[in-house]
């Protein structure tokens, strides 16, 4: 059961809350995490509007490989057509409106469970059965509606908007910040989809702060990381970011591979933690990294993209599997231990006697996401 004062607007709210300067600034008001009405704004202003990351290009690599999403209500499909070219659109069909393909995999055509109508890859209808005696139909010129689809540094982005400025003018920084980790390169070797019981922003901010390591992960990473040696500069207006130094010996593919010497001094064991508005975070260590996209599913749930992979350095490392093996079963348990650190913060800020509390000044770029996203929903 949600408590909420409904004498309260939560945008005039959060506009209050980022009015604060950062010496003294509070956790966002309550209501932006819980509201019905907020969350309909953030689909409008946000998820209809900004680039969102459904998940790599280097896992959709013959003819046919699709991933599909929900962004914002639409069912979209991403493929690799048969050119070779990354396509975006619409995942409904031209008939009746099912929806086309489900899950991910490879499809030689696009065959609708529904009736039967088939697309080719670049969504033009193939085939209708029975259609003949329908004078006004015409199978030419129907295809499927396009969605606008960039990599970017190996990520593969899609916006529902006519308008958002390409990725590359907007996130120029980042590819200077971390240019020398050669991201674009970087291969997935894994992707999944969790929903957790807690509002999409709990999540971003708790990947935005490492202020949590050492306690929430003191099972698991805790012990890698030292408050004071995480940096947390202001952030860009399209991103944030911190880093944190990681020690050599005690998770090596965190820091660079031997044969690595693109990368210099302290570099080869700094871990960068980015959060690309809205929803994209992504750990990047030299060796691996893994990220999360984040897309609500109503206040108070969040569906999940959270994948990871290695870099080309560690690929013919005879070790590499079994450095991998590791990570991925670390990450499977520091991610246990961040869902029940979120969805408790999501059942707390549920309840009538929690007040947002004030932050450390490891928490800037939460401070900073809120004014973000104050101007994104104003
Ligand atoms: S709805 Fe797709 S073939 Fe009928
Ligand atoms: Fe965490």
């Known amino acids: 059961m949600t408590y909420q004062n409904p004498s309260l607007d939560p945008v005039a709210e959060l506009k209050a809350n980022v009015a604060r300067p950062f010496e003294d600034a509070k956790a966002m008001p309550k209501s932006v995490y819980t509201s019905e009405a907020f ?8 998820f209809r509007k900004e680039w969102v990351c459904v998940g790599r290009a280097d896992a959709l690599k013959s003819a046919g490989d699709y991933i599909t999403y929900e962004l914002a ?10 050119e070779g070219f990354l396509r975006a659109q619409s995942n409904v069909c031209l008939h009746r409106m099912s929806t086309l393909l489900h ?3 490879n499809a030689r055509n696009i065959t609708c469970p529904y ?14 059965a029975a259609m003949g005696k329908n004078e006004g139909f015409c199978k030419a010129g129907m295809k499927l509606p396009e969605i606008r689809c960039e990599e970017w540094l190996g990520w593969i982005m899609v916006t529902l908007s006519a308008d958002a400025p390409p990725l590359a003018e907007q996130l120029g920084e980042v590819e200077a910040l971390v240019g020398d980790f050669g991201m674009a390169d970087y291969r997935q070797s894994f992707r999944e989809t969790h929903v957790w019981d807690t509002n999409w922003k709990v999540l971003a901010e708790n990947f935005m702060e490492s202020y949590h390591l050492p306690v929430c992960h003191a099972a698991t ?28 010996d005690k998770l090596p593919i965190a820091v660079a591979h031997p044969q690595n010497t693109k990368l210099k001094g302290d570099l ?25 996209s984040l897309h609500p599913e109503g206040p108070g749930k ?3 993209v959270f994948g990871g992979g290695f870099s080309p350095d560690f690929a013919d490392d005879p070790k590499a599997p079994d450095y991998l093996a590791q990570v991925k079963a670390l990450l499977d348990s520091v991610n246990v231990e961040d869902k029940g650190c979120t969805e408790r913060v999501y059942k707390g800020l549920c309840s009538g006697l929690s007040q947002p509390g004030p ?3 490891l928490e800037r770029p939460n401070y900073d996401f809120a004014q973000w996203l104050a101007e994104k929903i104003g």
């Open 73 to 82: 209500g639409q069912p979209i499909m991403v493929l690799r057509d048969a």
């Open 359 to 361: 932050l450390s000044h």
């Open 302 to 304: 969040v569906r999940i």
């Open 103 to 105: 899950g991910d995999g």
């Open 115 to 128: 009736h039967g109508w088939t697309y080719n890859l670049d969504g033009t209808l193939r085939g209708a």
């Open 268 to 292: 080869r064991r700094t871990t960068f933690l980015l959060t690309i508005y809205p929803s994209l975070m992504i750990t990047l260590t030299p060796g691996y990294f893994w990220y999360l």
């Open 39 to 46: 969350c309909d704004l953030e689909l409008e202003n946000i």
């Open 221 to 248: 990473i805790g012990g890698l990381s030292k408050l004071e040696e995480m940096e947390c500069p202001p952030s860009h207006p399209a991103f944030n970011y911190h880093w944190i130094l990681k020690d050599a």
